[in-house]
């Protein structure tokens, strides 16, 4: 599911942080009109960022096996304080079955768990809508009611409910815990449903070659630019060369793992001398379709990155919004099912023609 430049097979499937000033509702942003092609994006000034940190949460990805043909545990980390659950995967059993995501106290003390953000889907088939789906869900979601897990009492925190064969589910969840929390991402089949809070049964299945499984740290980036003064367009592009990925291991295997593209990462952007820019996004990878949550004054917004269809041609941008304010700040996950790098570029305001000599 999670592509990146390097894939040569692009699956497009359908499928909700300590973030409380954005966690109203948002509204549903309405569509700019898209710019002239424009073929010099890569040549313009890429912003640097005045402020560069990550915040130590912990993502348990889970992709791999993207398509398990048996019942078994997908992957399994135990986490202390905040985490992010990122699991997508198709049902290649020949039966209904259910991807779940499991929560066991290991502790010696009663350890309470508070569900922050959650947004999931699923669907019977290929589908390039997958991240937006999931990423609308996930802004859209705030904090629900939390529980408190006695020592060796488990819970399900996520259930796709009955998956078809060939059904793909994706989920992105965010959670915070008092004490050490085991987790497990698993596939059981229907008939299996009744026994599925016990793991001793299930067998651990084997990684495929493809996609990647692991954990990774530091989940959460948090940058600050300052836009220069002047009416030449500028850059930023998430998940290249200059957006390192993070590194990892399988639980299960004790590999090394590298996240490609930093699907599931949040990146938590501010921008300073904004006002009166045109954001537009550029796909730099393959199709991209997804979402990104825009402050710009006092309501947040939802942004669709490919409104009806997936962004495919990196030189026609597509609009996303005109900033009003000079102080923005927008979150930005990568996009399930989508292709990394993505390109955001900040025009003048009066962009109606490419720029000269293009």
């Not at 198709?90 to 995501?101: D, E, I, M, Q, W």
């Not at 959650?118 to 789906?133: E, F, I, K, M, N």
């Not at 959670?175 to 001793?200: F, H, R, Y």
């Not at 597509?318 to 000079?326: D, N, V, Y």
Request: aromatic share 6%; glycine share 10%.
């Amino acid at each position: 599911m999670f592509m990146f430049p390097s894939t040569a097979r692009r699956l497009l499937t359908l499928c909700s942080v300590g973030l409380a000033p954005l966690w109203a509702a948002p509204a549903l942003a309405a569509p700019v009109p898209d710019p002239p092609p424009d073929r010099a994006i890569l040549s313009y000034p890429a912003l640097r960022p005045v402020v560069n940190t990550s915040i130590p949460v912990a993502l348990l990805f889970s992709d791999s096996p993207e398509t398990p043909e048996t019942s078994g545990l997908l992957y399994r980390d135990t986490v202390t304080g905040r985490a992010r659950v990122l699991a997508y995967h198709a049902n290649g059993l020949s039966t209904l079955a259910r991807v779940r995501l499991l929560a066991r106290n290991t502790g010696t003390q009663a350890t309470h768990v508070e569900l922050l953000r959650q947004g999931s889907a699923t669907v019977p088939g290929p589908d390039p809508l997958v991240g937006q789906q999931t990423l609308l869900r996930y802004f859209a979601s705030g904090p629900r009611l939390g529980r408190t897990l006695q020592p060796g009492e488990s819970a399900a925190l996520y259930d796709s409910g009955p998956l078809l064969p060939d059904s793909v589910v994706s989920l992105l969840l965010d959670l915070d815990t008092s004490g050490p929390l085991e987790l497990s991402v698993v596939i059981v089949g229907e008939k299996e449903q009744p026994d599925s809070l016990q793991l001793g049964n299930l067998p651990t299945l084997a990684p495929d070659q493809f996609h990647q499984r692991g954990t990774f740290m530091a989940a959460q980036r948090t940058l600050s630019f300052v836009l220069p003064a002047g009416a030449a367009p500028v850059r930023l592009v998430l998940g290249g060369p200059d957006d390192p990925p993070l590194q990892g291991r399988d639980m299960l295997t004790g590999a090394a793992q590298q996240l490609k593209g930093n699907f599931g990462v949040l990146y938590d952007i501010s921008l300073e001398g904004a006002a009166g820019r045109l954001l537009a996004a550029s796909p730099r990878g393959g199709l991209y379709q997804g979402s990104l949550l825009l402050q710009d004054g006092q309501a947040p917004s939802q942004v669709l990155l490919g409104q009806g269809q997936a962004l495919l041609d990196p030189a026609a941008p597509a609009f996303l919004w005109q900033l009003r304010t000079q102080r923005q700040r927008l979150l930005f996950v990568p996009a399930n099912g989508s292709n990394m790098p993505l390109a955001l570029v900040f025009y003048p305001r009066n962009t109606n023609r490419p720029p000269k000599g293009k």
